[in-house]
């Protein structure tokens, strides 16, 4: 079956994912556009061989021409868009964050629970990085013991003037939240954030942050957030265990001896560094969805736990000191996590 | 517009492009199949939505049906199939090698060129991996200065019975000889096989080889080819300029401490190594098939140029000593240099 | 002038600093030796050229032919032997550390400062080691910019049956704790203690440890210590700055390619890492008091704070929470801090 | 024993091997130096606590004050000094090269027999260096199975104006030539030197070269010789077995993550790569020599051979094709290679 497909929110992200999915597996196609600006949509759509502008988010997701849904708009537009492909059956890849507060993505999990169905994945593409995989896949297979601490370090070379204090939070620590719940199988527990010398470069933002995390098995992280560091983009985590390590290595595809060093380029932005994950998801989804199967990746439920400890570590950043996260019963509709 | 496809010869390599085909990018699909084996013909069709199976390679190339051919079947039957998908006036892919003799590769450009436009790729997938693109970045952008030297090793875990002496020439450094042409832009003008002890685990082969290539421009290649090495599959490029060299980094995704080492994991096979190159090769050449244009690979000329290279190499093996190459003039259909 | 050394305590590491000073620099020479075991002390004076075995570590400082003093005995004996060479008049290197409790370091330094002349050094050897020199070298060239964060870890195979709980720090963490000081140029302010998950490998230990130090300019440091990691011994750091950041490279010599992977090896235990960093601090030590210098390294100061920060950090893991660090005024006689 | 030892030729390396032993192992001292320039001679002397500036390396050796000779002069004048050292029964360290021809190394070689003792050691400093030390043990100790291709590179940054065509195998791949040898322990049997492009950076020079070396078993090695590459000096190796391979590690000490890359240092020249090398087999020369043991690194033997290959590489370079070597039978005064 063709999958044709409306995408609401056809910014930067937006058109990646379109140019990901047009034409894609299962001959999936864009059929409809949307965004707050219209002329945008307008020539994004003309772009596009069999894609139609519409005027709003709503409209796109009633259209009897669109099977399934991506929203990739303005984050608190997310949590409307979502309810209404779930009211309207029609499965819906929602980046992340789901929504913008634990209630709004409570919302949303208890319209898909009454829904009877799951129709909502959220974006979170780390767990599609093959170098993620392997790490995942060490781990699981034994090879370094039962994990006992994690480090990880999440590194922007510069962030946008509109990037606010709390971002560093739930805009870019909320991949390791979901990391971590993935990477080891465990709930995430307690958040603790830590503010050392701030970085000169990072103006009045609290920059970098050290967040430590426990899970309920005792396991402890640490997460360095730096959104300023200028040499680059950059990944990092290892996993301690009881007998061994097992780390991302670095990614460089080439190492060039110059000037007096040995090199390996660093990718400049996450666009560089992620895109190979970003097609296996959207590709995975699309296939997946087409053949009428349930949405295989992150669900509502992922991205209302990633809430619930973003706003704990919120909580700490702003107060100080450990916050427990606390977590209603996992509804039996997400009982079977989701195979990536 | 839609791409049917047809795909002659459905072992492994044929059903794995199958897999990137069907429900590809652009909505091709896999509608017809041929192989020696009839049974695994019909096996294959009856896994795929649309695909049937046809009694031989040229009943699949006259098909109404089939817009463009793929074969993957056994060399020697690579030229017959390629002059029928010539004659037919359909865009072909055809494994490497083009054809099993310079004489062979001859008359399909000789065809190709009756023909008057550019219907054959040939699969040289190397050119399509990232790390060999980023290797290519970095001479091309003068990063090392003029290049000088070239080391190149490619290294089988082991290589199956039916593997002989000469392939280790024309079916596994045929690899580095079209790389080489395409990385330095330049020609091969002489080979030299050194025959250094044997590995006891050869058997009959002359394993590893040492060879040599000269370019036109002067630049001396060494590659080490050992078919045997056992520990892994690997790929080893290192360009030395005036000023630098660049290499091809570990590709291991990950580091795994333990037992008294620190580790990265190495390919077992050339299918692990590069499936990602072939993903990019087929989708690439679907698309632009798909949407009228030239083939976007390696050409004919290139599938000719690689084999008079190879049987130059294969007579010093066997003969001793430095052998020429020598080359007729580029034809003119050729002039420009394909993209990839 | 050729020095004329006494040790006291010829277990193994006294030993194989007797092979690093006799015959050494400037003409040293090991001239006495004392152990609470007699016999042992015997056997080693008998296989050296021109060592006596005397009864005790007092007499051996009080000898005549003694210019200068090694103190290599358990470590709640250093207290005494170093107050008698102070006493005496003596240069004395002692191990660390420099005496088991904050008053008895504060004992030492208030002597050395009342004979107001330094002939204290203290071994903290981690100030020797080429990689951690070239660490330090890029932090305060510049390369990074002001450092924010520092990640370490200290991972030991395994550790001997009487090592305890307070070992983890008081013995293990120590290191870190004056490498810290000597690589960022500041004081540590307070310490943390987190205890996660505890490896089934450890017993009663309470292992790993995460262990957080600020620093007086509240530059943040987390600790790994893992003192039952099976795989090996390991000494990680990495600073992270304002634009960069800098790490210790693996110390692995070369790399072996055998069964599926590529591989470094790890060294065992901390004599076969750090072997390099002891010659060269033992013969800079005795080359620079023979020639009648103030010792060169760790001062009685050094050996104090890293006393008091440690009992900090204990006091933290016994009791929990953020424990301050509180420092007397330093004194005149270590205003100019040690070289090396 | 106190080893009194005489300098011959202070120049560059002349300073640093004095540092390396005045005041060194065993109480070896520096008691008489000569230099073709005397006044270069008389400063040096003055520098150290008990040596004298004599007019001669022949009243060096003669005199009655010197134990040992220790000869770092210009290669033309190594023969006479080291044959005047022979005949008077002194132990002679001499900086490769042993002699300039095959006939004059072979003339020291049967003086050394004729005088019954061994007594002369050469400079080949790798066989100290710990990575190469490592490289072999891997190799000896089995892990990549027997032996088949051995990879070289030896580059240089640049090299000073008076550096000649011939230097590039006589004063460069030498080091190669005796590490080889030493390595795999066995004879090198042939060598040919190929040409490639020449670097625009290196004037009249035919830079860089690509050696080929065949062992007495059939092993092959290929070595590229850059002598103005540049970005810096590096020497690479890699032996590849039947069942995996080894190879030397970057020996940058930290990695540096800064505008873009992540990096690690190269070292600037010999002296900042190989100084711990130098030190360790200087010391071990002169407490070998002291406790009246013979010389236990290579030996004139060694220093013999490495010419004959030196010479036939360069008849390969200057006339072109592979050229046999042929050695005599080894005097029975080297049954037993040295230690090192």
């Known amino acids: 079956m063709t999958l044709d497909i409306g995408v609401i929110g056809v910014g930067m992200i937006g058109q990646?994912?379109?140019?990901?999915?047009?034409?894609?597996?299962?001959?999936?196609?864009?059929?409809?556009?949307?965004?707050?600006?219209?002329?945008?949509?307008?020539?994004?759509?003309?772009?596009?061989?069999?894609?139609k502008a519409l005027s709003t988010g709503e409209e796109l997701i009633a259209s009897d021409a669109v099977d399934a849904v991506v929203v990739t708009s303005w984050g608190p537009t997310h949590e409307p868009y979502v309810l209404a492909a779930v009211a309207a059956g029609k499965p819906v890849f929602c980046e992340k964050p789901l929504a913008t507060s634990p209630e709004a993505c409570r919302r949303i999990l208890d319209a898909e629970v009454a829904a009877g169905r799951r129709l909502v994945q959220v974006g979170f593409n780390r767990r599609y990085d093959p170098a993620h995989r392997a790490l995942k896949q060490a781990v699981d297979g034994g090879a370094i013991g039962a994990p006992l601490l994690v480090h990880c370090a999440h590194r922007n070379a510069s962030v946008p003037p509109h990037y606010t204090r709390d971002m560093s939070i739930a805009d870019t620590a909320i991949h390791e939240i979901d990391e971590l719940r993935w990477l080891l199988g465990t709930e995430i527990v307690a958040a603790q954030v830590f503010t050392p010398r701030k970085s000169s470069r990072g103006g009045e933002l609290q920059d970098p942050l050290l967040v430590l995390f426990e899970m309920s098995d005792g396991v402890l992280v640490d997460v360095e957030v730096s959104v300023n560091i200028h040499y680059g983009y950059e990944i990092r985590c290892e996993v301690t265990g009881e007998t061994g390590s097992v780390q991302l290595a670095d990614p460089a595809p080439v190492h060039i001896r110059r000037e007096g060093a040995v090199a390996g380029l660093v990718p400049a932005d996450w666009r560089e560094r992620f895109t190979l994950s970003y097609d296996v998801e959207l590709r995975e989804?699309?296939?997946?969805?087409?053949?009428?199967?349930?949405?295989?990746?992150?669900?509502?439920?992922?991205?209302?736990?990633?809430?619930?400890?973003?706003?704990?570590?919120?909580?700490?950043?702003?107060?100080?000191?450990?916050?427990?996260?606390?977590?209603?019963?996992?509804?039996?509709?997400?009982?079977?996590p989701t195979a990536s």
Not at 306 to 329: F, I, Y
């Open 16 to 51: 990646e994912h379109i140019r990901r999915l047009d034409g894609g597996p299962g001959g999936s196609r864009v059929v409809a556009v949307a965004d707050a600006d219209a002329e945008r949509a307008a020539t994004v759509a003309g772009q596009l061989p069999a894609a």
């Open 285 to 336: 989804w699309a296939a997946t969805v087409a053949a009428g199967g349930p949405p295989p990746g992150p669900s509502a439920w992922d991205g209302y736990v990633a809430q619930v400890v973003s706003d704990a570590a919120l909580r700490s950043l702003n107060d100080g000191g450990r916050v427990g996260v606390e977590l209603p019963p996992r509804p039996g509709l997400y009982a079977i």
